[in-house]
């Protein structure tokens, strides 16, 4: 699903127009990003957690000619599964009818 489809699922379930859904979803993307930025964390109950993790520099490999190369220490955003939503990936969905 991409963001066209998302916006068009989102409006479909809310019962709103896609103009609308997609301010909706651009503001949780900003508001989320915004956060993570000032070092926060978001937790949605039942969906989850959007939080950051600081990586260590490192050591890395070019895969194409092998060499070597060093890889600087960043601030990498992170999202961990609520239950909820874990429950609900791990269920079948329902059949729908024949008509």
């Known amino acids: ?20 859904a997609d301010a909706a ?12 930025q000032k070092g926060g964390k978001v937790q949605l109950v039942g969906f989850g957690t959007f939080e950051t993790t600081k990586r260590a520099a490192r050591k890395g490999r070019n895969p194409q000619t ?10 990498a955003p992170k999202f961990k599964a609520g239950k909820a939503l874990k429950d609900k990936v791990n269920t079948k969905p329902a059949k729908k009818g024949k008509k």
Do not use: P, Q, W, Y
């Open 1 to 20: 699903m991409n963001r066209s489809e998302l916006v068009d699922a989102m409006a479909a379930k809310a019962g709103t127009t896609k103009v609308a």
């Open 25 to 36: 979803l651009k503001a949780f993307i900003e508001t989320v990003g915004e956060e993570l």
């Open 66 to 75: 092998g060499a070597e190369t060093k890889i600087a220490a960043c601030t």
